[in-house]
């Protein structure tokens, strides 16, 4: 069982910025990917950014320049550094820690971004 600190959420004015934080903890549990994902009320959940043990990353197309994920190997702890933030960006932040072959190993309970002035 994968047990789940999420931080960093909150309220923010259009161009702020916010940074995330997602700490894992369990037995026997084979992280390769790690990554943040979102849903906004009515919407289905999407990929923000993922990335690997080596450090490959991918993004959505929205937040490219704008996001950044990092991650600490040895915390098993990812973060996502959000800047220029728009309103379009309010949603759900879940964070989501993949095997090798990308399967979805668990889902943290999520931290809610709210981007309005």
């Known amino acids: 069982q994968v047990q789940f600190v999420e931080s960093g959420g909150g309220l923010v004015q259009p161009g702020g910025s916010l940074r995330l934080s997602c700490a894992a903890s369990g037995s026997n549990i084979n992280i390769y990917f790690m990554g943040w994902y979102r849903q906004a009320p009515g919407k289905e959940r999407e990929l923000v950014a993922i990335i690997s043990s080596g450090g490959t990353t991918n993004y959505a197309d929205s937040v490219k320049g704008r996001f950044t994920i990092s991650r600490d190997n040895a915390k098993n702890t990812v973060y996502l550094q959000m800047n220029s933030l728009k309103p379009v960006d309010t949603a759900v932040y879940y964070c989501?820690?993949?095997?090798?072959?990308?399967?979805?190993?668990?889902w943290g309970q999520g931290t809610q971004v709210t981007v309005s002035s």
């Open positions: 989501n820690l993949q095997n090798v072959l990308g399967g979805s190993i668990a």
